[in-house]
């Protein structure tokens, strides 16, 4: 291994490595191998093996092997649950119609929008088919097809060495509990470690607590060892955490069976209504049927209490590659916990692709505490800032060691620091890239940065601000200054008279000191890989 080096992790992502040194290297394995990662020396030919396991495909689950049974609510709080979920919207003439409204002016206002969402808004009944007047204007919509559905997808988890997950996507054309808002999405996630399930997450209006597959195991919640048992909260507004009852009303079971229990249907149902899977995953052509993705927002509004539903688009769960929490525990880093110091900055560049942390087994650590490298630490400024960066770039200094033409990381970064101003080194013609980065040597890179990229950003200090550290350093005072009188520094909480500039920065520092720059103005580059 060549200690210090990372991973290609240029803005299209990670570049492939063989299987054989993925196995190799497995035990060292850095977590995600993606863009901006914080990492310690000699973690680099890992950091390959993880991207290329982020991107092998892994085989899929038959959806129908983990479908759930569902329970909603029976006479709770003297409301019948008699709905159900449907699979989406009802077209007249076309067969098991599940298409959204893209070219019909559906209320007549002239404007083709959200607000013409072609889903009925009925008193849905557990049947085969239903056909009614809806909401908004449209009537005689056509029949609706009321097989218990699901929009399924399986990947891989990003940045996530041996996870993967299944997304169950339920649609609600129409939820009667409290009021007739239509268009409502649920999902329940099953996450896979090695094949095997390991986590669950399950959507409550926006947010996705997750929990441990065992726990609906140890409460019975497993049916034929895969199939989970989920309770629906209020006319299916999201669904129980397993330690909750079941709900008494309507259940469906995965098999397609139901029964009562204290719910009331509408009108009679078939004795068995087997789900129907809807996927556009290769390779699931024999078990599920596609399904046409447009368009990409719906509306959310609620037409019942004078909201119209063009007032709040949404995007469908595709719109923009399903975008679901990309990771399997509920908090991203193990060694992170809520309200920990820097952790809204940890997250959130996590979150835009700008810091990464290592696999501890299943889960992620941070680290916080942990040095940085200078190496490291340019590669993140160059990348967080937009500068340019390419293996045709010629380094200035002599001790970087041998360039690999086939990784950016370090050469390409460091050259690109120092063309940009970023950088001038240790001394002539060394960087020493394997030392500790101090914080005088972070903030100075960081204000050149900004200077390099946005000039006019930075006022000058007032005339005779000394700051909290004085005049310390003939290179590294200017900078300090420049950056707490704009106050670049006013989220580090130790920060002060005491606070040494020649000590290591830490990682959580770092990370701070970077989110803090980009919120300030206003997000000055973000890498391209996906948002969670």
Request: with cysteine; aromatic share 12%; glycine share 10%.
């Amino acid at each position: 291994m060549n200690s210090g080096r990372s991973a290609r992790c240029g803005r299209g992502g990670p570049r492939r490595t063989s299987l054989a040194a993925l196995l190799v290297l497995g035990v060292f394995w850095l977590i995600f191998g993606g863009p901006l990662p914080l990492y310690a020396a000699g973690a680099a030919d890992a950091a390959t093996a993880a991207g290329a396991a982020a991107e092998a495909p892994v085989g899929a689950p038959d959806p129908h092997h983990y479908l759930a049974s569902l329970y909603f609510d029976g006479a709770d709080g003297g409301r019948a649950e008699a709905y159900f979920p449907v699979q989406g919207s009802g077209v007249a003439g076309l067969d098991g119609a599940r298409l959204f409204n893209e070219s019909q002016d559906a209320n007549g206002d002239g404007v083709v929008d959200p607000e013409d969402s072609l889903e009925n808004v009925v008193p849905f009944a557990l049947g085969p088919a239903v056909t009614g007047t809806g909401a908004t204007a449209l009537p005689a919509r056509g029949p609706n097809d009321q097989r218990p559905a699901v929009y399924y997808h399986h990947s891989e988890v990003p940045r996530w060495p041996g996870w993967s997950v299944s997304q169950y996507w339920l649609y609600y054309a129409f939820n009667d509990w409290l009021n007739r808002h239509e268009h409502e999405w649920e999902a329940y996630l099953i996450y896979f470690y090695d094949g095997v399930p390991e986590r669950v997450r399950l959507s409550a209006h926006g947010v996705y607590p997750g929990f441990a597959w065992r726990e609906f195991a140890d409460r019975g919640r497993v049916q034929a060892g895969t199939h989970l048992e989920l309770s629906l909260i209020e006319g299916a507004h999201a669904f129980h955490p397993p330690a909750d009852p079941l709900e008494d009303g309507l259940r469906l079971g995965w098999d397609g069976s139901w029964d009562l229990r204290q719910g009331v249907l509408a009108q009679p149902a078939p004795s068995l209504l087997p789900w129907q899977v809807l996927s556009n995953d290769a390779g699931l052509e024999a078990v599920a049927e596609p399904f046409d993705p447009r368009p990409l927002v719906y509306g959310f509004g609620d037409p019942f209490l004078g909201l119209p539903e063009a007032a709040d688009p949404r995007p469908a769960p595709w719109a923009d590659g399903w975008p679901v929490p990309a990771y399997p525990y509920d908090r991203i880093f193990s060694d992170v916990p809520g309200g920990a110091a820097y952790g809204r900055a940890i997250e959130s560049l996590w979150g835009a692709g700008v810091v990464d942390g290592y696999l501890n087994g299943r889960q992620a650590e941070f680290r916080p505490e942990a040095s940085l490298l200078r190496a490291q630490f340019a590669k993140i400024i160059v990348l967080s800032f937009g500068i340019a960066v390419d293996e045709q770039l010629s380094v200035p200094f002599s001790d970087l060691g041998e360039d690999d033409p086939a990784d950016l990381y370090p050469h390409d970064y460091v050259a690109a620091a120092a063309q940009a101003g970023i950088t001038r080194g240790t001394q002539p013609g060394l960087f020493s890239p394997w030392s500790p980065l101090t914080r005088a040597q972070a903030v100075t890179m960081v204000v050149r940065a900004v200077e390099a990229v946005r000039p006019d950003a930075l006022y000058p200090p007032p005339l005779g601000y000394t700051g909290s550290l004085g005049l310390f350093d003939s290179t590294h005072s200017p900078q300090m200054l420049l950056a707490e009188s704009n106050g670049l520094l006013a989220g580090l909480a130790e920060f002060g008279a005491a606070w040494d500039p020649w000590a290591p920065m830490s990682r959580a520092e770092a990370a701070q000191l970077i989110w803090t720059v980009r919120e300030r103005l206003g997000q000055l580059a973000t890498p391209s890989t996906p948002s969670f």
